[in-house]
Nanobody, 124 residues
């Protein structure tokens, strides 16, 4: 069964850090571009970051540039999202998604597999 599982969410104070993980089972992430998306309460889901299948290309939403870093570990079949200097507006459910393609896409419909999401809450 093909599955993506996110972990690493939680409650953190403003200025704090979290590292989210996206682990795959049933397939190899190495042949896929991986995106992270988030959905804040009452808002539409938005793209946060993406890493190409080779790992050679990454992109970030303007709101997280300089604070978030996406990376992948092929041996562990896992993609990470390191989130630093967190702000209350980063609060939301974070999803990872896999697109069976080499390059990153902005549109959600390009992604073939989705995880169930992990909650990130930034609050004092």
């Amino acid at each position: 069964q093909l599955q993506l599982v996110e972990s690493g969410g939680g409650l953190v104070q403003p200025g704090g850090s979290l590292r989210l993980s996206c682990a795959a089972s049933g397939f190899t992430l190495g042949g896929s571009a991986i995106g992270w998306f988030r959905q804040a309460p009452g808002k539409e889901r938005e793209g946060v970051s993406c890493i190409s299948s080779s790992g050679g290309s990454t992109n970030y939403a303007d709101s997280v540039k300089g604070r978030f870093t996406i990376s992948r570990d092929y041996a562990k079949n896992t993609v990470y999202l390191q989130m630093n200097s967190l702000k209350p507006e980063d609060t939301g459910v974070y999803y990872c998604a896999a697109a069976v393609t080499y390059v990153c896409y902005d549109e959600e419909y390009e992604y073939d597999y989705w995880g169930q999401g992990t909650q990130v809450t930034v609050s004092s």
